[in-house]
């Protein structure tokens, strides 16, 4: 079984340019993570869905970060502008059920290393 | 709001056992986990604690006190491979946000 697929693997960019990130969850997988990692912050979660419904996306930095889950196979987390305090790898994640404790684990995607210059 | 904590780097020896700690704040406490991740790589999920106490798999105990806030990672008969970055993560209740710690990094030396 295929894992979460992500891409691109990375990204190197303008700084104003837009950039979209794309996420494929494992099939069957009913929630769906964004995370950012840095090495000052860690990983950051940006936002969720459980059933293509964005949960909570407190996490979102700002207005120029936008994400959506049109179906229950394919995600995007878009940059616009970008910015290079927005270089990150940013990683999809998924998971089978609704309440993690009880599911085990996240699966994490390989993850988009964004540079924005 | 939530708060984990744990140390940035660590080092120890092949062979060797090392502990690697994480304390942590957060209201509706549903459960805490530790993942690893390889430089470059996405992290990989080594342990689940819900309850008190100490949960064992092969080289990698799990240990978790709700009273304390507190759990360890335990790595027995360290070797190479397991240089990485160890994240502590706290889940809370009744949601499925997993909220990770910065990490520690484990360097194994020969």
């Known amino acids: 079984d295929a894992g979460v697929i992500q891409s691109p693997r990375h990204e190197v960019t303008e700084m104003g340019q837009e950039v979209t990130l794309r996420c494929k969850p494992i099939s069957g997988h009913n929630s769906l993570f964004w995370y950012r990692q840095t090495m000052m912050r860690g990983l950051e979660l940006l936002i969720y869905f459980n059933n293509n419904v964005p949960i909570d996306d407190s996490g979102m930095p700002e207005d120029r970060f936008s994400a959506k889950m049109p179906n229950a196979s394919f995600s995007t987390l878009k940059i616009q502008p970008s910015e290079p305090r927005d270089s990150a790898v940013y990683f999809c994640a998924s998971s089978p059920g609704l309440q993690i404790a009880n599911t085990g684990e996240l699966f994490f995607g390989e993850g988009s290393r964004l540079t924005v210059l | 709001g939530q708060n984990i904590d744990q140390p940035t780097e660590m080092t120890a020896t092949e062979g060797a056992i090392v502990q690697i700690n994480c304390t942590y704040q957060?209201?509706?406490?549903?459960?805490l986990f530790w993942y690893q991740q390889h430089a470059g790589e996405a992290p990989t999920f080594l342990s689940y604690n819900v309850l008190d106490g100490l949960e064992e798999k092969g080289r990698f105990s799990s240990f978790l006190s709700r009273s304390k806030g507190y759990s360890y990672l335990l790595l027995k008969e360290l070797q190479m491979k397991d240089s990485a970055s160890y994240l502590c993560a706290v889940a809370s209740y009744n949601t499925d946000k997993l909220i990770f710690g910065t990490g520690t990094r484990l360097q194994v030396f020969p």
């Open positions: 957060t209201s509706g406490f549903n459960g």
